[in-house]
Nanobody, 122 residues
Framework: QAQLVESGGGTVQTGGSLTISCAVS??????????MGWYRQARGKERELVAG???????NYTDSVKGRFTISGDNARNTVWLQMTNLKPDDTAVYSC??????????????WGQGTQVTVSS
């Protein structure tokens, strides 16, 4: 059993920066072995993986955010952040935290947060 709570969403102008957070409540064992990911879903579009981080610290990003977004977590994996820079209107979406996906990030895990809205104004 795990609970994920996102925070930090908001509205920023094009080119701006924003960091969103995911507070992770889960057993120490689960947090130690689980892959964490940030996904987003824009209105009218399917949900897509934005970034993921494995227990070993390996990260992966979708091409559209490479060089602009950074996923990280604290050592205890109580919090996972997504730092977003040079934001574009196409980044507007509901961003959700996910726990337990495959290490290669080919599929998401079963645990999801409620999501946080990120809006980039032009």
């Amino acid at each position: 059993q795990a609970q994920l709570v996102e925070s930090g969403g908001g509205t920023v102008q094009t080119g701006g920066s924003l960091t969103i957070s995911c507070a992770v409540s889960a057993s120490t064992f689960v947090k130690k072995i689980a892959t964490m990911g940030w996904y987003r879903q824009a209105r009218g579009k399917e949900r897509e993986l934005v970034a993921g981080i494995t227990p070993s610290g390996r990260t992966n990003y979708t091409d559209s955010v490479k060089g602009r977004f950074t996923i990280s977590g604290d050592n205890a994996r109580n919090t996972v952040w997504l730092q977003m820079t040079n934001l574009k209107p196409d980044d507007t979406a509901v961003y959700s935290c996910n726990l337990g996906g495959k290490p290669d990030l080919s599929s998401a895990g079963d645990y999801w947060g409620q999501g946080t809205q990120v809006t980039v104004s032009s």
